[in-house]
């Protein structure tokens, strides 16, 4: 079985031990990506750049992932596959001739 | 190799085909994931629970996949393994007796 | 009639005009001021603390601004009044002599 | 002395009172907003629209307006100021023509 089906497996069967789909919809399941990561980014909030707690940094990471991978879920994407196709179409979007050492965003270049 | 280990590669190799390294300190990864995972949001705004557009839906979460790898990797985390001990950790907050069926916080319970 | 009360008006006249206050529940409302503090975010994104476009500042905490008025005017709050009141609560918590110089968080002081 | 004025002065006492300008650099107080507008969301998650504490709305929403006012401030930018400028900005994106009760983006109608 793939590495991600596993965990995605497991954090099944961790909701539905607690009857929880009844409260995962699409809606509420992206609103709680986006508590996780604001919860990620208070770890940093009036720090320099690299002061971060190292176990709070993967509690607040692992958080992200499983919701994120609850939501895929539902929605029968595969994550490598999304991210794969996500990166073919940045390619396009940045360009290395046009992107190479800059930050700017693609409709900035 | 792991599924996730390959996926974390091409990410990686995008990055310094651009040269992009550089920006890529600890505070401003997470600040990337929570800005992705604002866009998800956005799909959502003022619709009911499971009315969004799947085509950015695949492109925001795998947006957020990105950062959240290229974090990790940063910091030597191997994300199935956090996601295993947050799930052992979130199984003592929230016992299965506890939380059945509640959509209530660990320190509300 | 006051300043904050004048604005609160103006934007009600605004959503009013566009016949949107069917949109406007209070979740929506939360939801719309995190994905503009995010925008505002962006802004500084992969960017030094200062390096920011002061047209766009103004723009995103004017949106800001916007959302959290018409959310507290549907629950008839009064903006001055709810952060006198806060300002007196984070005077307890973070008291001058515990939190003088520090930037730690009331309950790790 | 304007309602606005007064809440900001009132603000940058508790700042300075405690040493605490050091720490507020723009992209800081930015990310401060986000992360008390994600704890503003965090009271809706799991829940129906308008399932909220009354008690912890005020408080968010005052933590929102407090980092907004020192921002603002910082720039020396002028709230009330921002807010009608962006209604009129708005006025042009919005015609009430074309978003006469309908939610879509300005870029989507």
Redesign the interface.
Known sequence: M???K??TD??IK?RD????K??H????L??????E??????????????D?D?ER???E??????F??L??EK?N?D??Q??????K???QK?T?EK???S?KKYNQL
């Open positions: 793939s590495e991600i596993n965990l497991l954090l961790f031990d607690r009857d929880w009844q409260f919809n699409s809606k509420d992206a609103l709680a990506i986006s508590i990561a604001s919860e990620l980014n208070e770890l940093f909030l009036w720090k320099s750049n690299e971060v190292k940094l993967k509690e990471l692992a958080d992200i992932i499983s994120v991978l939501l895929a929605h994407l994550p490598s999304i991210v794969k196709d996500k990166i179409l940045n390619a940045y290395v992107s190479k050492g930050a």
